[in-house]
């Protein structure tokens, strides 16, 4: 993708900002690319880079004792990754996975800090962002303990599919395993019910989306409830800052899209 595009496409908490804002963070370096399964963080390290997602998404896992591990939040172009330096801590305490490849926004921990330790406007959308992506770990305890394996099954692909802005991907049988906190029997079991339901179709890593509407009837509440967060917290935000700050490439048509996108 042509790096002209990358930046209509953008990153949604970038593309808030003004433009003297988000031209300290990134300057006029090209994006990074993120391949596909690699790690960017693992638990303990020191974050030394913070990412804005803009085709990619990443995994957010837990660290694990023999093998038990779970992810607990996806972070695409509506977020970053790297929320721990705005609480003033420097060192990762979730494994960052690269679920989806593509490209991102890269500004090192040194920069990012000065910025939000300096400027009150960038503060102010991270610090929104930061109490959606806080809500979105709440509720991702109360799935994993309350809500069915197939439900939860169908919320996460919803998800994928909105960050990946496709309807089909690659996901492995390995991260769905990780994602649902189950063995790998209990991810054949559920993926076959939603392809008995003509809802997805589940081949080799390939996944795709049938029936968009027929999987969020599927999925539990869960994913709804994060989506009206982010609505009510900071889509409204993101679209207000857009549309007064100085134009940035794509930043007001992409405030309207987060507002009626995610908005339910
Ligand atoms: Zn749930």
Redesign the pocket.
């Known amino acids: 993708m042509a790096t002209e595009n990358l930046v209509s496409k953008g990153n949604l908490l970038l593309a808030a900002l003004p433009v003297a804002n988000r031209m300290r963070l990134t300057g006029d370096r090209p994006p990074v690319e993120l391949p596909f399964s690699e790690t960017i963080n693992l638990p303990g390290e020191r974050i030394r880079h913070v990412y804005f997602p803009i085709d990619s998404f990443i995994s957010l896992i837990t660290p694990g004792v023999d093998r038990a591990q779970l992810e607990i939040g996806l972070v695409g172009n509506e977020g970053m990754l790297g929320v721990p330096l705005l609480l003033g801590v420097n060192v990762s305490p979730l494994r960052a996975l690269v679920q989806g490849a593509g490209h991102a926004w890269r500004v090192d921990a040194d920069t990012f800090t000065r910025e939000i330790e300096s400027n009150a406007a960038t503060r102010a959308v991270l610090n929104r962002y930061l109490y959606v992506f806080l809500s979105q770990l709440m509720q991702a305890a109360?799935?994993t303990r309350f809500?069915l394996v197939e439900?939860?099954l169908a919320?996460w692909l919803l998800m994928t599919r909105d960050r990946a802005h496709s309807s089909q991907f690659l996901v492995t049988h390995e991260f769905l395993a990780y994602m649902l906190g189950v063995r790998r029997v209990g991810v054949t079991r559920a993926a076959s019910a939603l392809q008995r339901r003509k809802l997805i179709r589940y081949s080799r890593g390939n996944l795709s989306v049938l029936d968009v509407r027929g999987l969020e009837r599927a999925a539990?509440?869960?994913y709804a409830i994060d989506k009206k967060i982010y609505s009510r917290v900071l889509a409204r935000k993101v679209r207000a800052i857009g549309t007064h700050s100085p134009p940035i490439p794509g930043a007001a048509q992409l405030a309207a899209q987060i507002a009626t996108s995610i908005s339910c």
Do not use: D, G, Y
């Open positions: 109360t799935c809500h439900a939860r919320r539990c509440p869960c």
